[in-house]
């Protein structure tokens, strides 16, 4: 690449596994001039039995070595015709391509170190193989970009810091990032911020608790609360949301981060249990999750962020974004606080994070690192990511 500006496509798949977001961005520049520009995005979901095997892996359910390897490639397919079809859509031919940012689906991510064989290891795990994806496309392929980070003893995440960093800083404002995917993470933006001075962490459980109690009240019928008509519809229960918000993940000081492996079956099993203590019907427990997921953040911003940090925005983007409970939640808790959705700010809200798969793959195709350290605990900056690059033309 030269320093004339570049099309990169950015590829993500979140927690919730909904399908593939891609996002067309134009990148040019060096930070701190890097500039990118978001052209066009688009999904393409996920086949329904190959979304049921990726969340059953995703919940440590008994798996093979061989048919690990399988859905590795098979999603490293899937991706790629994800990027080929975007491209069809966006009526750009893949030659104009310069590069793709994939960041896989992640079946497994343990953060902080726990005991294994003798040895405190952290790990994560992303699949969606990119040799595939680069073989498929013609396009080199950056994918595998959060092992640099906890080889550096952070936690892998979040990285999305980075890009909120380049699209959301601002000289008079301070600002939140909030995204609402299957888990809610937020990137703390003070006014004039330096990199150093970011901080990022998971806040708890987004889409994903509420998407799976739909599921399984309406025997998969409904994926997700469109509108939050279900939970509209659910009673209030202070005494279960008391005990939701006890939970000790929301206690542990950042930097921190969490998934499926935490917020997956047990959670859900502990909330069936809450809700039959409780006596709730399927629609309180559906309120009861999405109230759950704005108090957390809300919970979190009052714990360890509004204390020492001025916060005139918080931005939100992500399919939560969508719920309007969960929007009039955060803004009758966060009075002075403006919330808007990233759209206002003229990034989509579910373009965001495929949208940070280009910029990073940009910097690591550049050698240059993309990792905030104040956000992930990293001992220093890392090049993250893996260059799978196109077979000769």
Known sequence: MNGKSKLVLGMMSGTSADGIDVALARISGAPPNLNARLLSHASVKYPPALRKEILRVAEQRPLIAGALSQLNFRLGELFAGAAIAACRHFRVALSKIALVGSHGQTIFHQGRPIPYFGSPTASTLQI?????????????????????????????????PYADYLLYRHTKLGRISLNLGGIANITVLPRAAKPQQVLAFDTGPANMLIDALVAHFTQSRLRFDKNARLAMQGRS????????????????????????????????K??????????????????????????????????????????????????????????????????GIEVLPSGRLGIPEDAKEALAFALLAYETFHQRPANLPSATGARGLAILGKISYAPPR
């Open 237 to 268: 229960l202070p005494a279960l949301l008391d005990d939701l918000l006890g939970d000790p993940y929301l206690k542990l000081a950042p930097p921190k981060s969490t998934g499926r492996e935490y917020y997956g079956h047990a959670y859900l």
């Open 270 to 335: 502990m909330l069936f249990s809450l809700g039959r203590h409780y006596r709730a019907s399927p629609n309180d427990l559906i309120r009861a999750a999405t109230i759950f997921t704005a108090l957390s953040v809300v919970d979190a911003l009052n714990r360890f962020v509004l204390p020492t940090t001025k916060i005139q925005q918080l931005i939100v983007s992500g399919g939560g974004a969508h719920n309007p409970l969960i929007l009039a939640q955060l803004a009758a808790a966060l009075p």
């Open 128 to 160: 969606g193989e990119p040799s595939v994806i680069a073989a498929r496309t013609g396009i080199t392929t950056v994918g595998d970009f959060r092992p640099a980070d906890i080889a550096l003893r952070g936690q892998g995440a979040p990285l999305v």
